[in-house]
């Protein structure tokens, strides 16, 4: 397996508060993403990192923000979290583009459980 | 309308049956296509890639139709471990190397 890791796993927290959440990656890859799964609507794009310092946005990137100062973290962060934002956060790394590579893969880290009340 | 679109499911199938899944894809310029597969509360897993002339991995066997937008997944001679979802995955056109998944297909094999 990949070795990816995301934390916390779990994190229920209030409207209004901040809230960070981290990917970190053994694997030297340089492309990074986070998603969201709800049901009903499958995996979803927030924002992507293709190199340090390097990020752009994704399909559901309102109210998330990313950094990645370092190849193997990437951030995170709901700056004021909101009950619509209670959703299951992916992780995932991939070493190459999949417009590069006919052997494309993306993994995916073991995801992180938020809960906004 | 979705880019991807997959029947929910589930799909209830006893041991040793065949099953085929679908998905469309609206985007004719999409040019990669996957199978990931997801258990319950697990992160998703890559399960084959498709190419054009269709592929088979084992049980699997992939196909894609560029004309009519479609990709389908077989799996023949099902397995109690065969029970997952099973996502469609599609890449965005143009120069930006991002997916769009689908929602997934549920399989339940029963014994």
């Known amino acids: 397996d990949a070795g990816i890791t995301q934390s916390p796993r779990h994190k229920v927290t209030e409207t209004g508060t901040p809230v960070t959440l981290r990917c970190h990656q053994t694997?030297?890859?340089?492309?990074m993403y986070w998603y969201r799964q709800d049901p009903g609507h499958g995996l979803r794009l927030i924002h992507y990192?293709?190199?340090?310092?390097?990020?752009d946005k994704g399909e559901v990137s309102d109210g998330y923000s990313v950094s990645r100062s370092k190849t193997e973290d990437f951030l995170l962060t709901l700056e004021s979290a909101t009950s619509s934002q209670t959703s299951v956060y992916f992780c995932?790394?991939?070493?190459?583009?999949?417009?590069?590579?006919?052997?494309?893969?993306?993994?995916f880290g073991p995801g992180t459980r938020l809960t906004v009340t | 309308r979705k880019e991807v679109e997959q029947d929910p499911g589930p799909f209830n199938v006893p041991e040793g049956a065949t099953v085929a899944f679908n998905c469309t894809y609206s985007?004719?310029?999409?040019?990669?296509f996957f199978w990931y597969r997801q258990d319950c509360r697990k992160e998703p897993k890559l399960l084959m890639s498709?190419?054009?002339s269709g592929n088979e991995d084992g049980r699997f066997t992939a196909q894609l139709n560029r004309a009519s937008q479609y990709i389908s997944l077989l799996i023949r001679d099902s397995k109690l471990s065969d029970s997952a979802t099973y996502l469609c995955?599609?890449?965005?056109?143009?120069?930006?190397?991002?997916?769009?998944f689908g929602q997934g297909t549920t399989l339940q094999v029963k014994p």
């Open positions: 995932a790394i991939s070493e190459t583009s999949v417009l590069v590579s006919p052997t494309y893969e993306q993994y």
């Open positions: 694997e030297n890859h340089r492309y």
């Open positions: 985007n004719s310029a999409s040019q990669s």
């Open positions: 990192s293709y190199g340090v310092k390097d990020t």
């Open positions: 498709v190419y054009s």
């Open positions: 995955v599609v890449s965005y056109s143009g120069n930006t190397g991002k997916l769009i």
